[in-house]
């Protein structure tokens, strides 16, 4: 099993800041890939990046430009910096580990990111 750790989310104005963290512990694998979602009230959860341990990083083009995914081998820690926030980035935001190439893998328990205009 692995467990997943999230902190950093908030409430921010709109074109303000927020760095979301995620510590990953226990049995953890490689090759992996760490990364965020998130789900807005009434909407399906999607992808927001990720990025594999060899730093791979991919983005949701409504990020692209503001968020910047990052990542700590040695600590099992993935970062989401999220700069120039809107109010449609309003979501719980959702801590994912999973191995390359395979779906599913691991969830962490959600941050709540609110973004007022």
């Known amino acids: 099993q692995v467990q997943l750790v999230e902190s950093g989310g908030g409430l921010v104005q709109a074109g303000g800041s927020l760095r979301l963290s995620c510590a990953a512990s226990?049995?953890?694998?490689?090759?992996?890939?760490m990364g965020w979602y998130r789900q807005a009230p009434g909407k399906q959860r999607e992808l927001v990046a990720d990025i594999t341990n060899g730093g791979r990083a991919n983005y949701v083009d409504s990020v692209k430009n503001r968020f910047t995914i990052s990542r700590d081998n040695a600590k099992n820690t993935v970062y989401l910096q999220m700069n120039n926030l809107k109010p449609e980035d309003t979501a719980v935001y959702y801590c994912n580990y999973r191995r390359l190439y395979q779906q599913g893998g691991y969830w962490g328990q959600g941050t709540q990111v609110t973004v007022s205009s």
């Open positions: 226990g049995s953890t694998f490689s090759p992996n890939v």
